[in-house]
Antibody
Framework: DVMLLESGGGWVQPGGSLRVSCIVS????????MAWVRQAPGRGLECVSA????????LYTESVKGRFTISRDISKNTLFLQMNSLRVEDTGLYYC?????????????WGQGTMVTVSS | EIVMTQSPATLSVSPGERATLSCRAS??????LAWYQQKPGQAPRLLIY???TRATRIPARFSGSGSGAEFTLTISSLQSEDFATYYC?????????FGQGTRLEIK
């Protein structure tokens, strides 16, 4: 079965760091672009970061540039999001998502999310 | 960034009736537009991509239309399981952006 399973969320104080992970199964991970999407409590969806297939180019939304780093380990079928200098406004449920055929396409598979809470 | 605006914020419709949800973009971009359904406590689910192509295993009562900057999701005959929040998303230009959602509720 195709599956995406996030982990690593938790509570952290402002200015702290956290790394969330997403282990995938059921498809050839290295062949697809992947993304992280977050959802603040009771709010809508925001694309935070993406990584392309092939050359692993990375993209970030403006508010996380210089603080977040997306990466992947193909040997472990795992996608990562390293989050540094966290802010209260980074609080939310972080989903990993598979991009259907590559960058410039819809998100056809989603995990269940891992919750990140930034609070003092 | 491209701003996506959905209307209405909440739509009340009776089961068996038709629902029409709208999505407008701040810039025109062709058909790089997706619709997602999200139920409470669940991840979003892809319904429509490329503005009008149904995703795998999505029932035919869901249809998408539009191009440029105006898009529509139509649910032809609402079933109980269709009451949820719906989001549009443009994936033409990074950052890919979502609308704020339309909550479809039972009338």
């Amino acid at each position: 079965d195709v599956m995406l399973l996030e982990s690593g969320g938790g509570w952290v104080q402002p200015g702290g760091s956290l790394r969330v992970s997403c282990i995938v199964s059921g498809f050839t991970f290295g062949n697809y672009a992947m993304a992280w999407v977050r959802q603040a409590p009771g709010r809508g969806l925001e694309c935070v970061s993406a990584i392309t297939n092939g050359y692993d180019d990375t993209l970030y939304t403006e508010s996380v540039k210089g603080r977040f780093t997306i990466s992947r380990d193909i040997s472990k079928n795992t996608l990562f999001l390293q989050m540094n200098s966290l802010r209260v406004e980074d609080t939310g449920l972080y989903y990993c998502a598979k991009i259907r055929l590559g960058m410039g396409d819809a998100f056809d598979l989603w995990g269940q999310g891992t919750m990140v809470t930034v609070s003092s | 960034e491209i701003v996506m605006t959905q209307s209405p914020a909440t739509l009340s419709v009776s089961p068996g009736e038709r629902a029409t949800l709208s999505c407008r973009a701040s810039q025109s971009f062709g058909t790089s537009l997706a619709w997602y359904q999200q139920k409470p406590g669940q991840a979003p689910r892809l319904l429509i991509y490329a503005a009008f192509t149904r995703a795998t295993r999505i029932p035919a009562r869901f249809s998408g239309s539009g191009s440029g900057a105006e898009f529509t999701l139509t649910i032809s005959s609402l079933q109980s399981e269709d009451f949820a929040t719906y989001y549009c998303q443009q994936y033409n230009r990074w950052p890919y952006t979502f609308g704020q959602g339309t909550r479809l509720e039972i009338k």
